[in-house]
């Protein structure tokens, strides 16, 4: 039982950084694994990054390692996205999600809660 509220999107540069946040409610946000997921216009929606429980173990769709960095502090009840040296190409809408399965997934259909999403607009 959880809700997801995503912000921090907006329109950059090529070669510019943004840091999205995922607000979550309630007291059980630390019994989630968390993912990032992203959706471009045209496009079905693609895995971005998970992280574990408690933020240990992390797993990077290959087009956005050695760029962006996903973390949680779960005393804010909070998870992160830093996106840096972004791209034309990173422009979607990005969503955060939980899972109840624990572990990191990049399955969709393993996230049982979703955010509404932020838009991310990278110019070139």
């Known amino acids: 039982q959880v809700q997801l509220v995503e912000s921090g999107g907006g329109l950059v540069q090529a070669g510019g950084s943004l840091r999205l946040s995922c607000a979550a409610s309630?007291?059980?946000?630390?019994?989630?694994?968390m993912g990032w997921f992203r959706q471009a216009p045209g496009k079905e929606r693609e895995f971005v990054v998970a992280?574990?429980?408690?933020?240990?173990?992390?797993y990077y769709a290959d087009s956005v390692k050695g760029r962006f960095t996903i973390s949680r502090d779960n005393a804010k009840n909070t998870v992160y996205l830093q996106m840096n040296s972004l791209k034309p190409e990173d422009t979607a809408v990005y969503y955060c999600?939980?899972?109840?399965?624990?572990?990191?997934?990049?399955?969709?259909?393993?996230?049982?809660?979703w955010g509404q999403g932020t838009q991310v607009t990278v110019s070139s």
């Open positions: 992280i574990s429980l408690s933020g240990g173990s992390t």
């Open positions: 309630g007291r059980t946000f630390s019994s989630y694994a």
């Open positions: 999600a939980a899972s109840s399965i624990t572990w990191v997934t990049t399955i969709q259909s393993e996230y049982d809660y």
